[in-house]
């Protein structure tokens, strides 16, 4: 097996709450086992600093506190009193920025004379004023179950990438490239296959256009800033699952140097022989290939590799969850739920209703049943996805927004553009709390906003919306780019709609004039561009 990364999590308390530390070792060792690839490491002080080495308590607790800055996580119980070396590591912990729970049980009544360390934890609980909200529990299985949710939660945010894969929505233009893509590499097998038996020279010249059509979309994907960026998280992923075999295994090491240095398919070489070599491995090599042959934008293969990775571990939901996702960009909606709802099932033993892995899937089902046109499905699932979230978040999150922005996607489909102006404007309204005024997410929304008000009549509401998510486009892919000629072309459009044909005629020519230098084609329709 792969090595584990090494996570560890330093408890700190007075004596009162003793047991609670005792218990978060088995807590620990419990929520372990749901993230196979992390070592939940405990750093008990009673059980990590040996008492007998150091006779003066001040001496112990520097050696403590060098514990504490090697933990990735600080967990701090309170009762009735701070603690005078608790509070020194909860300032250590404070200056070193470490992520931190805090715990407070409720319930006591302090006497006398305990009234004014009481008052001084009380003192200290209201001074973190929203920065470390204290976490209250009244018993240990309360304490228990806050534990879990919290440990779960951060572990699943912070590691998300190498735990699983949320469906990497890409806009309406490169979701139709992906299927075409996938379109030619069926007609193209089917042709090899096919001139294997009885080859004509009709049938190569055949074969040698599907060649040239489906590297034509290849580079017309990869003119896109989405698929560049896609791209670069896709490396960055697959090294970070290759480095930590490399130590242990030559041809992962291999595999590894070659994909630092972008050589796909030197990699690809070594990956397949690791399959041949290590076969209690292959699963996950399966893996690593299907990401091999996505960052080459060979789809058709990916999948292949994704779904043998699916076989060969049934119970893997991170590898049926990526099979899905593959199957959805390919457009393979009834396969891509199939296997949403394995993984779901799989990890709803695990994690239970309410997990942010569960919202995943819940997201990805409704995606696939929107785009196969289920519209009260997919609302049902987006729905469901909300309600965890609201959950886990809050009702103000980011993450909040995104389902309220495909929720809304689905109304607009269903010609339900009043309520789907709602819920864009839900979204806008969270992404104004916690995003820069000029993110992508809130340009987004504007064009679908803009889209919901073309539709529904008031263009001249959709060409302010328009003109919003264009002004921070520019901003992001600077003034001329083929998502800015998208743009010109909506807005254009609208004025060629209403009549304004003097002023469609402007945006239609700033569009082509982007066209012209980056796509070499000119299309001159009012064919507008739903952005997810």
């Known amino acids: 097996m792969a090595d584990r990364t090494t996570f560890r999590i330093f408890v700190a308390s007075s004596n009162e709450l003793k047991e609670e530390r005792e218990k978060c070792i088995f807590l620990f060792n419990k929520i372990g086992k749901l993230f196979k690839h992390l070592h939940l490491e405990p750093v008990h002080w009673e059980y990590d600093v040996v008492h007998s080495t150091y006779p003066n308590l001040k001496e112990a607790q520097k050696e403590i506190n060098n514990k504490l800055k090697e933990c990735q996580l600080v967990i701090f119980l309170f009762y009735s009193r701070i603690g005078k070396y608790t509070f020194e590591e909860f300032r250590l912990a404070n200056k070193l920025k470490k992520e931190s729970f805090i715990f407070f049980k409720t319930g006591f009544s302090p006497k006398t ?264 499905k997919a609302i049902k699932y987006f729905e469901l996805a909300l309600a965890i979230d609201k959950k886990l978040y809050g009702e103000d999150h980011p993450e909040i927004s995104v389902r309220y922005n495909n929720i809304g996607l689905v109304h607009y489909y269903r010609g339900e553009y009043d309520k789907a102006i709602q819920y864009y404007e839900k979204a806008i309204g969270i992404n104004n709390k916690f995003l820069k005024e000029d993110h992508p997410q809130i340009a987004k929304v504007y064009n679908n906003i803009g889209l919901a008000y073309n539709d529904k009549g008031e263009y001249y509401k959709a060409i302010q919306f328009y003109e919003k998510g264009l002004s921070i486009n520019k901003k992001m892919y600077g003034k001329e780019h083929p998502e800015i000629a998208k743009l010109y072309n909506n807005i254009g459009g609208i004025y060629n709609d209403i009549g304004e044909f003097n002023k469609a005629i402007e945006y239609f020519e700033l569009a082509l004039a982007i066209d012209k230098k980056y796509m070499k084609k000119i299309i001159l329709k009012s064919q507008f561009a739903i952005i997810i």
């Open 113 to 376: 004379e305990q009234l004014e360390s009481f008052g001084e934890l009380r003192k200290f609980l209201d001074s973190l004023n929203g920065k470390a909200l204290p976490i209250e529990y009244a018993d240990y299985p309360s304490f228990e179950q806050k534990l879990t949710d919290n440990l779960n939660l951060h572990l699943s945010e912070k590691y998300q990438s190498s735990t699983k894969e949320a469906l990497t929505a890409l806009s309406q233009t490169n979701q139709d490239l992906v299927r075409r893509l996938g379109e030619k590499d069926k007609e193209i097998k089917e042709l090899k296959e096919a001139e294997n038996q009885l080859p004509t020279d009709a049938s190569k010249n055949q074969l040698q256009e599907l060649m040239k059509e489906r590297e034509h979309i290849r580079r017309e994907l990869l003119k896109s800033e989405e698929i560049k960026n896609q791209l670069a998280k896709d490396k960055e992923a697959l090294e970070k699952q290759l480095a930590p075999q490399i130590e242990k295994d030559e041809l992962k090491r291999k595999a590894f140097d070659e994909v630092k240095k972008g050589n796909y398919f030197e990699a690809e070489n070594f990956l397949r022989e690791s399959a041949k070599t290590s076969l209690d491995e292959t699963a996950s090599t399966f893996f690593e290939l299907a990401k091999i042959k996505k960052l080459q934008l060979q789809y058709s293969e990916a999948l292949q590799y994704y779904e043998l990775a699916a076989k060969v571990n049934p119970n893997d939901s991170l590898y049926l969850n990526n099979a899905g996702s593959m199957a959805e960009h390919m457009g393979y909606y009834n396969k891509a739920i199939e296997y949403y709802e394995k993984a779901l099932n799989i990890d709803m033993k695990i994690h239970g209703k309410n997990h942010p892995f569960i919202s995943v899937y819940y997201n990805n089902i409704g995606s696939a049943n929107r785009k196969k046109g289920e519209h009260t």
